[in-house]
């Protein structure tokens, strides 16, 4: 089945600053790949997602890019604010073959903003 | 509230007891998954319904676990004889139907076993 791999564990950066965080994929069918974002004691709420047909996506301040032959993706978040400071997790699933529909987190990144 | 709802929110059970943990996913969704998350960490795949049908179950799930969804719309999933590793939330989520739709978070059920 799939797995997801996330990268790093912990992020800690400066208020202002760029924070990147890395996923990899081992099931090459999967083409869905949605982020989380869990603040402390809240339920995991999608921030942004991403289809295998594109290679990037942005909503204002995040970003996510994707690369399929090397199968991994990553979440960017530009002009850091201590709100953003939370859990992200990213996720994928694929909608054909064996396992359709299944959603795989990877484990997790606590980000920290320091103001 | 029209989101996805579990009950109890909190369980605190004695070890070798049973407990069952309801999910209530939005009505119109079709998929509904049970994850179990520890402090920190991401959430761990449990089980996989699509409509009434358990399509994917862990491999690293015991048999301690089971899971239903009788009638294709809530769901509930039972631990037998608790463990204290068993501690943790319990979280369901729903999605409908589609190729890359968003899945919906419930509040999570936590179980303390001690």
């Known amino acids: 089945g799939e797995n997801v791999e996330q990268h790093p564990s912990t992020l800690s950066v400066q208020e202002g600053d760029s924070a990147v965080i890395k996923c990899t994929y081992s099931?090459?069918?999967?083409?869905?790949f949605p982020w989380y974002k869990q603040e402390l004691g809240k339920r995991p709420q999608l921030i942004i997602d991403?289809?295998?047909?594109?290679g990037e996506k942005k909503d204002q301040r995040i970003a996510v890019t994707l690369n399929k032959t090397a199968k991994h993706f990553s979440l960017h978040i530009t002009e850091t604010q201590p709100e953003d400071s939370a859990v992200y997790f990213c996720a994928a699933s694929k909608s054909n073959g064996g396992s359709q529909g299944n959603l795989i987190f990877g484990k997790g990144t606590k980000l920290s903003v320091k103001p | 509230d029209t989101g996805v709802s579990q009950d109890p929110r909190h369980k605190i059970t004695k070890r070798g007891q049973n407990v069952t943990f309801r999910c209530d996913p939005i009505s119109e969704h079709n998929r509904l998954y049970w994850y179990r998350q520890t402090l920190g960490q991401g959430p761990e795949f449990l089980t996989y319904?699509?409509?009434?049908?358990?399509?994917?179950k862990s491999r690293l799930l015991s048999d301690r676990f089971s899971a239903e969804r009788p009638k294709g719309s809530f769901s509930t999933l039972e631990i037998q004889r608790t463990e204290q590793g068993d501690s943790a939330m319990y979280l369901c989520?729903?999605?409908?139907?589609?190729?890359?739709?968003?899945?919906?978070f419930g509040q999570g059920t936590r179980l303390t076993v001690v």
């Open positions: 989520a729903s999605r409908p139907q589609g190729p890359n739709t968003e899945a919906f």
């Open positions: 319904f699509q409509n009434e049908a358990q399509l994917e």
């Open positions: 991403i289809r295998s047909n594109v």
């Open positions: 099931d090459s069918a999967s083409n869905y």
